[in-house]
């Protein structure tokens, strides 16, 4: 985890490790995102398809629970 100040106009540094291990480079874009009261900084990708793939666990399925609750619908 690492600390950043803001600096007068709102902007922050991004510490050199960090920007060479996901390859930020001056004027490439970085995606802010807020959710849960939480900020995100998201490098940029190549491929975001790619790049999500897996990212969410596999169990439990959502399908599968969807389905099952639909059985139970119907079955009454």
């Known amino acids: 985890m690492y600390t950043l100040k803001t600096l007068s106009k709102g902007q ?3 510490p050199a490790e960090i920007r ?8 490439k874009e970085v ?4 959710y849960g ?6 490098p940029p990708v190549e491929d975001a398809v790619e790049s999500a793939c897996g990212i969410l666990p596999s169990k439990p ?3 599968d629970i969807l389905l099952r609750e639909r ?5 009454s």
């Open 20 to 27: 060479k291990k996901y390859k930020i480079e001056p004027g």
């Open 37 to 42: 009261g939480m900020l995100y900084l998201v």
């Open 61 to 63: 399925s959502l399908a």
């Open 31 to 34: 995606l802010l995102m807020e």
């Open 12 to 14: 922050i540094v991004i």
């Open 71 to 75: 059985k139970g619908e119907f079955a």
